[in-house]
């Protein structure tokens, strides 16, 4: 928890509502007092940590009867004939101090666009770095490393968007490209873009990925705080 402001961080305890109610606006679908991203997009939807009387009503009108919510680490919990889906503990951690490593030997870092999303695809059906939509590159800057033949190898990019912070998502390697520190150097150079813009660089991990925790710490990342990411079946 070092390094960290407690009020200047508190937008993050439910990123979600933060970013669909400011930057990401344009991404939303509102129902009442319930917000969900574009499907297309990302899966996330919220009630904000506070709801009001009739919140959870408004979510599943919005979602519509036995879908699925993903309400990511909202604080808020929906009535109990809401049916569990999943639950999965986590970090959520901030960069306190930049980390910028030395980028391997020939590499050539590109913004990944629509054209590449075929393929951005692929590598997270391969790698499983969480949820990832065909519009989801819409949330910020996606960086990716190539093959000598094209093949995207690596990829990062910016999800969540609270104000004042960007978050760090969909880090992931194909397994042949594993061990040449391009995870490393992508998250690195995001975080560099994030911090240069005059915002702060925050990102999630499963309490069980304690490589990818390992990881983040080394880059400058910090313990923010212990989550719990949850879905739900709406009635």
Not at 30 to 38: E, I, K, L, S, T
């Amino acid at each position: 928890m070092r390094d960290l402001d407690a009020a200047a961080t508190a937008v993050l305890d439910d990123p979600v509502a933060a970013s669909l109610h400011g930057a990401h606006a344009h991404l939303a679908r509102r129902h009442g007092q319930a917000v969900r991203y574009d499907p297309e997009v990302a899966g996330f939807s919220s009630v904000t940590a506070r709801p009001g009387p009739g919140a959870w009503t408004d979510l599943a009108e919005l979602l519509g009867a036995g879908e699925f919510a993903d309400l990511f680490n909202c604080p808020a919990l929906p009535p109990v004939h809401w049916e569990p889906e999943f639950t999965l503990a986590g970090h959520q951690l901030v960069q306190a101090q930049p980390v910028r490593p030395a980028a391997p030997a020939g590499l050539r870092v590109v913004e990944l666009g629509a054209a590449d999303v075929p393929a951005m695809l692929e590598l997270v059906e391969r790698t499983r770095p969480g949820p990832f939509r065909p519009r989801t590159r819409e949330l910020g800057t996606y960086l990716g490393v190539h093959a000598p033949d094209g093949t995207l190898l690596a990829m990062a990019g910016e999800r969540l968007h609270p104000p004042g912070f960007t978050e760090v998502s969909a880090v992931c390697t194909a397994p042949e490209a594993r061990g040449r520190g391009l995870a490393a150097h992508l998250v690195g150079e995001l975080a560099a873009r994030i911090t240069a813009r005059g915002e702060r660089p925050f990102l999630h991990v499963a309490a069980t990925n304690t490589g990818a925790l390992a990881l983040y710490e080394r880059l400058g990342f910090v313990r923010r705080a212990e989550v719990v990411f949850r879905g739900f079946r709406t009635p």
